[in-house]
């Protein structure tokens, strides 16, 4: 972690190295975190967040599913962003808001403490997220099965659900592949580790609903709506372990990841074992997007 700029807590912009939290904080001991992860690229207009505003609704419905009281407006947060990141002097990075529960009374009911927010930036350039993003992913359908809503909401980006994305994650990786596919609870596909997931068959393309157990992706979204405004469309539909092994196409969205192919599952080739032609086609979309080279989509960017 290079450590450039400022990390902003509380309102106050503060030097990368005093970022620091007690360690009887509540979220250290008891998962009680929400957080976002957003991109701000640099496009030959400048720098710019992508979709700040729907990132920071996120970031409030995740507090509000989890009792949270934010001593901020989501204007004050966007803000708050813009000025972190203005502060790093970084071009393209990465953004992690967070608001946790802090250091005060000790024991499970998170209510009693104060809810602390904080805003860190990194470098991050465009085309970094590793596992194969170019090259396509090898993914393997995780042991682990995905959390469900019947016990934590999985529309709140909390820490909480990341202790059973990281053992997918984990998984993956110790057994050579690159990225772990995690089915819900009824065996259905629910999404990446940490990404939306699209399968193409017959040129059809389609994704898990959210009911599924993925949370609703901002990439996801996106990447819905450029094929819509192109004409295209997306089916919304269950999808089985059967489909990703018959599959033409497979890829993966997310804000990190961005349009991630993936070219194989388990020990089974997806496809021809290459990124498929509509794959392609939306990543570069999508770079498009991100760059501002699309006049239509150039309201998701917030030039700083
Ligand atoms: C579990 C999970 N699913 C999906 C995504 C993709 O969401 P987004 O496109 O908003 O980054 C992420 C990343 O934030 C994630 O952590």
């Not at 808001?97 to 927010?117: F, I």
């Not at 350039?125 to 393997?140: I, L, Q, T």
């Not at 993956?172 to 819900?184: H, K, P």
Request: positive net charge; glycine residues 8%; proline residues 3%.
């Amino acid at each position: 972690m290079q450590e450039i700029g400022k990390i902003w807590m509380n309102g106050k912009l503060v030097p990368f190295k005093d970022a620091k939290v007690h360690v009887l904080t509540h979220a250290l001991h008891y998962s009680t975190s929400i957080f976002e992860g957003i991109r701000c690229y640099n496009t030959p207009k400048g720098s710019a967040i992508f979709r700040l505003p729907e990132h920071v609704d996120r970031f409030f419905k995740s507090a509000k599913l989890y009792s949270m009281k934010m001593q901020y407006t989501k204007k004050e947060i966007s803000d708050a962003i813009v000025k972190t990141v203005k502060t790093s002097g970084l071009k393209e990075s990465y953004i992690r808001p967070l608001a946790y529960y802090g250091y005060g009374t000790m024991g499970l009911t998170p209510t009693q403490n104060k809810v602390d927010v904080s805003i860190a930036c990194w470098e991050w350039k465009m085309g970094e997220s590793k596992a194969g993003k170019f090259s396509g992913a090898k993914c393997k359908v995780s042991s682990w099965v995905k959390i469900d809503s019947r016990s934590q909401p999985m529309q709140a980006k909390a820490a909480s659900n990341y202790a059973n994305a990281a053992l997918a994650r984990m998984e993956a990786l110790e057994n050579g592949y690159d990225e772990a596919i995690m089915l819900n609870s009824h065996g259905k596909i629910a999404e990446g580790s940490a990404e939306n997931i699209f399968v193409v068959k017959d040129d059809i393309i389609q994704t898990p609903p959210l009911s599924a157990g993925g949370l609703e992706g901002i990439t996801r979204d996106s990447i819905i709506q450029i094929i819509e405004e192109n004409s295209g469309y997306v089916i919304e539909r269950n999808l089985e372990r059967d489909d990703l092994y018959t599959a033409d196409e497979i890829f993966m969205t997310g804000t990190a990841a961005e349009v991630k192919s993936v070219t194989q599952v388990d020990k089974v080739k997806i496809g021809n074992g290459n990124m498929g032609h509509i794959t392609k086609a939306l990543q570069k979309s999508f770079s498009d997007v991100v760059m501002g080279k699309d006049e239509r989509f150039l309201p998701w960017l917030t030039f700083i």
